[in-house]
């Protein structure tokens, strides 16, 4: 049963920018840290992007700091991935994820989106 949905994937070119988003569907996660994860062809699903239930702290993978902004919206029940400059290698499917505990490892994260494409042409 889906409970997170993902939206704004798509095609861009390198040096563009997208806004993702993910919105909670059939339950509140107001009080869970929500994440966003990454899976290229071939690869395993790694950390992006991760912000407290209240939004007060974030952390974020080495290839995306300072060029990816992890944030919530005001009902704290949706959260946003705006990435910016992208690049060729951050192509692949962007999923997020919800957990009550904050954290960066895959395995910690009991909710999931279905994912969305990120597709950035050189």
């Known amino acids: 049963q889906v409970q997170l949905v993902e939206s704004g994937g798509g095609l861009v070119q390198a040096g563009g920018s997208l806004r993702l988003s993910c919105a909670a569907a059939r339950r509140t996660f107001s009080d869970y840290a929500m994440a966003w994860f990454r899976q290229a062809p071939g690869k395993e699903r790694e950390f992006v992007a991760a912000i407290t239930w209240s939004g007060s702290s974030t952390d974020y993978a080495l290839p995306v700091k300072g060029r990816f902004t992890i944030a919530r919206g005001n009902a704290k029940n949706t959260v946003y991935l705006q990435m910016n400059s992208l690049k060729p290698e951050d192509t692949a499917v962007y999923y997020c994820?919800?957990?009550?505990?904050?954290?960066?490892?895959?395995?910690?994260?009991?909710?999931w989106g279905q994912g969305t494409q990120v597709t950035v042409s050189s």
């Open positions: 994820a919800a957990d009550l505990s904050f954290s960066t490892e895959v395995g910690k994260y009991d909710y």
